[in-house]
């Protein structure tokens, strides 16, 4: 192995396993100034105001699409769940009402951004959405909580499909350099058979394609399978993905060297990632990533803290705490790549520590999207 790949290795062994722990230590113990914190600079499908905290809602807005009218039907039923955990009925049929006009009287301006090709699709999701956000709004007249939440998470499946409609391509073009990495142009489902139970990942190449292609090929390879999570951390993080034996990370059989992947950051308002430097080196203290450190199970890739460029295997998903990592005021966002979110499976990532196994990782959607290196 070459000198400069052994170093990356040894690199990784050594502060793998600590960095993240010390990282966010420093967040609580240091904080963070209100006056650094200005949201309004950015210009992105998230919307200003308080951070988002669910996982599936960060994913619906970092899709890279360009329509009005179907971002106002999200906003409007994601907004449902702020007013529904004070029991504020006004606003919530107030939410279903304008989401509910673009759907029934504007389709027209939902399907302007929906390729030919799709458009029957898009026209089957709107009659059915049309249907289902009727049942919403039938559970909120009951005032039946737990179908509200129900009807609620199946109208936003819905309007999440509909956006994806909308994407043509990639948006972006990876830099050559990386062009010997595995890369995801698109969304992959990636479901985990663990000691305590399934859990299920979106991993989200729009955003983190050189990351999360990387973690894809891993899983196809069934590099994961029998591996055991090697830190736990309450409220803070769960990490796996280093192989038994010296190595911290992968060796590529075709060169057999370790390899590393680039940190990837895009950030809000930007039109492609940011690699290889932290935002806070970049001088991007306030910048805000489109896939932040701001729900439970947020999937990032590991790596020793000099070395931004010495991930490889070992990922952790991070444990969000309201109080102890708050949204948008912790030290991780711009310093790790997220590159997914868990979506089912929260009560069992609750129950794993370190020394539980993943028994097998599988890829159940999105397969088509991995692309392979061009070269070594």
């Not at 990032?300 to 708050?326: I, V």
Request: proline fraction near 6%.
């Amino acid at each position: 192995m070459p000198d400069l790949n052994r170093s990356i290795v040894n690199l990784c062994k050594r502060f793998a396993q600590t960095s993240i722990l010390a990282l966010l230590l420093v967040a609580l113990s240091l904080g963070t100034s209100a006056a650094a914190w200005n949201p309004d600079k950015f210009n992105s499908g998230l919307p200003v105001g308080n951070a988002i905290t669910d996982g599936k809602a960060i994913l619906r807005y970092a899709l890279p699409i360009n329509n009005k009218e179907v971002r106002e039907v999200q906003a409007n039923l994601e907004d449902i769940a702020n007013h529904l955990r004070g029991k504020r009925w006004s606003p919530i049929n107030s939410d279903i009402s304008k989401a509910s006009v673009i759907l029934r009287d504007r389709p027209d301006k939902l399907l302007k951004s929906v390729s030919d090709e799709n458009k029957p699709a898009a026209e089957a999701l709107i009659a059915q959405l049309n249907q289902d956000i009727a049942k919403l709004r039938d559970a909120v007249e009951t005032k039946d909580k737990e179908s509200i939440w129900t009807e609620r998470a199946k109208v936003l499946d819905g309007v999440g499909q509909l956006e994806e409609l909308m994407i043509e391509g990639f948006p972006y073009e990876v830099p050559s350099e990386y062009s010997n990495l595995p890369q995801l142009k698109g969304r992959a489902t990636v479901e985990m058979e663990t000691d305590k139970g399934n859990i299920t990942l979106v991993v989200d190449g729009y955003s983190a394609p050189v990351t999360a292609g990387n973690f894809v090929d891993l899983v196809q390879r069934g590099f994961y399978n029998n591996l055991e999570f090697t830190r736990s951390e309450e409220s803070y993080v769960l990490q796996a993905g280093d192989p038994p034996g010296e190595e911290a990370g992968f060796i590529d059989p075709n060169t057999g060297k370790y390899r590393a992947v680039p940190l990837e950051i895009l950030v809000r308002g930007d039109s492609e990632p940011t690699y290889g430097i932290t935002l806070e080196d970049a001088g991007r203290y306030r910048d805000q990533p489109v896939l932040p450190f701001s729900a439970y199970g947020a999937v990032a890739m590991a790596r020793p803290e000099p070395e931004p460029n010495g991930g490889s295997s070992q990922f952790f998903f991070f444990l969000f705490d309201s109080e102890l990592t708050p949204a948008g005021r912790n030290l991780l966002d711009g310093r790790y790549t997220v590159f997914g979110y868990l979506v089912d499976g929260k009560e069992v990532l609750k129950e794993l520590k370190a020394g539980d196994k993943i028994q097998s990782a599988k890829v159940i959607q999105g397969i088509d999207n991995l692309v392979e290196p061009q070269a070594a």
